[in-house]
């Protein structure tokens, strides 16, 4: 019941019955339900004085329960009195008692002391622990791999055996082969990474190493220039006096040193990762592994950086690209030798680098044979100058390549002999094979300036006046010493002696002489629409490029500065090659001249059968006589034997031509009319041979080619037969020329003649006794040609 309604409940009890009220207020006191403060509430409100009897009853009840405890404690009192007693016996014994419960109370605390301690110390070994693998995973997200596999180490060497007996450290074990796993995939992803980076950036990277390479031997070049030039020293490259230029070209090298930032290999790549990666693989003690893998890969990229590309020939840039990535590669696998310990070794590298040669080399000498153009050669061996030089910095062994470079410089004088062929053949095309003439001084001093010609009656002859020579001859000296020059640009910068450079040049130029300008002379020669005037030039051409050989060898010697007089000094084949062509320009001449004269002969037009000569000589052989009064006046220029041999082949061919057509096999019949205007013509070719068409004959020399004819015709002419045949192999013959065979062939042409115009003869006497007699020599002329027949 709530004190609420016990209230109400008291108050309603006041008014029935205040004893029975007090008593139920009492027993409700005594049964300690609190709050009580309704219950006295009711007592003291209901009527005035009603405490007090409220009181009243209070102490009654007091005394009844004083009464009851007086009671209970009277009953009880013995049980008192003996447990007092009994309390009083164990007080010795609970002093003792007291003792031993102190003593467990210590020992209790010294165990939790203990455990305390232990707890400690236990937590102390697992922090640092728990610290460091903490560590490690920060190390792991920080991509600091290195140092997390040193962390590695330090908890299973340190920090995992002092708690190894935990449950969380051996999670922890576990998991670290996989974090190591994990540091080894992603190294390895680095390493290609690097790889793929140094791959592309090798081209850039040789780029740079070979600029530099050069640079600082163009600097080195024109530095000993410069101290050359204060010792008052010509230096030159191969004797070249040195110019003011080097001292520009240093000035130059010097600002251009100092405003471009000299790059290295670290500059242009992150050699990081690879470091990283080795250290990685070395801590997990897998490095053969780590180094097997970079050699593969770069072996590989080897291969493809050796390949080049099908077009690498046409241009200079394809060759440019060829070496600057071969460069870069050989050069970040020095700086890789240098830098780690036992990635790649130098035997590794030397191996490397002759697979590497040996490719370079086939590969540059089957580009190089496709270079046609000379200019494309010489950058080629430029190029090749500066990968040998900048690999040879590097430590690389090199000397094949300048061994492929002497192949390269035979391909290089092949192109260039093609393309003189070509300059030699336009320098002809172009010549009007006439002397040179000249007006005044500066044309003189021009001509000189270009071909070294003297010749004081020249100088002392006033202007105008002329060169012997063609145009052509002091073209062609001049191409010679640029062929020369040409030839040289090849030689420098291949670490060769001037002895051996002097003996190249000379080959070269020998070349040169003897196959290109002897082919192209001996073409021009031989070309259908070249005359006699144009022979006749060429020849006095010829001669003098052969009397300006000897400048020549001066040249080259100047260029060298090897003296002639050396033992070992290769001579020009000049001479010989321009005494050939020289020959074959006067054998053409004499072979133009026979085809001239064999033209004019085929215009003869005779009567074979005239009863009585013209009385003149032959319109065409009149002309044919003026032609060649005309070509021998031309022949003037050329040396004597020449021009005399030219005369006398002349009138031999002539004297054989005419001889031909007598005994023509399609002439059938040939009167003695026609014989007396033959010999009418023969006659002129004696006169024109009498005449000294050449001069530097001796008496009657020239003649002596018609002998044959002149003989033959004295012979019809006369009809000696009788002569003839008593002194027939006689020495002191007046026929001795005459051949039996032809005298034979000659007559019976006559004698069919006879036969056919004079029909009634036989009853003539004079003529049937000529017909005798020409049967009669007939008879005997076939004896004696039988009898040749027989002794043959």
Partial sequence: MSSVGKSEAGETMLEDDPDQTYENVLAEIQSFELPIEATLRSVYDDQPNAHKKFMEKLDACIRNHDKEIEKMCNFHHQGFVDAITELLKVRSDAEKLKVIVHTEDIIRCRIQQRNITTVVEKMQLCIPVLEMYSKLKEQMSTKRYYSALKTMEQLENVYFPRVSQYRFCQLMIENLPKLREDIKEISMSDLKDFLESIRKHSDKIGATAMKQSQQQKTFGIALQKQNNIKFGKNMCINDRIIEEKDELILKHLFEEENEEEILTVQDLVDFSPVYRCLHIYSVLGDEETFENYYRKQRKKQARLVLQPQ??????????????????GFFVVEDHILHVTQGLVTRAYTDELWNMALSKIIAVLRAHSSYCTDPDLVLELKNLIVIFADTLQGYGFPVNRLFDLLFEIRDQYNETLLKKWAGVFRDIFEEDNYSPIPIVNEEEYKIVISKFPFQDPDLEKQSFPKKFPMSQSVPHIYTQVKEFISASLKFSESLHRSSTEIDDMLRKSTNLLLTRTLSTCLLNLIRKPHIGLTELVQIIINTTHLEQACKYLEDFITNITNISQETVHTTRLYGLSTFKDARHTAEGEIYT?????????????????????????????????????????????HLPGKVAQTACMSACQHLSTSLMQMLLDCELKQISMGAVQQFNLDVIQCELFASSEPVPGFQGDTLQLAFIDLRQLLDLFMVWDWSTYLADYGQPASKYLRVNPNTALTLLEKMKDTNKKNNIFAQFRKNDRDKQKLIETVVKQLRSLVNGMSQHT
């Fill in 592 to 636: 133009k001249l026979n085809q001239k004269i064999d033209e004019f002969v085929q215009l003869a037009d005779y009567d074979w059968t005239m009863s009585e000569p013209d009385g003149r000589a032959s319109g065409y052989l009149m002309d044919l006589i003026n032609f060649l009064r005309s070509i021998f006046q031309v022949f003037t």
């Fill in 310 to 327: 099908s077009s690498m020939h046409e241009t200079v840039d394809g060759y440019r690209r060829y070496f600057t990535q071969i460069v």
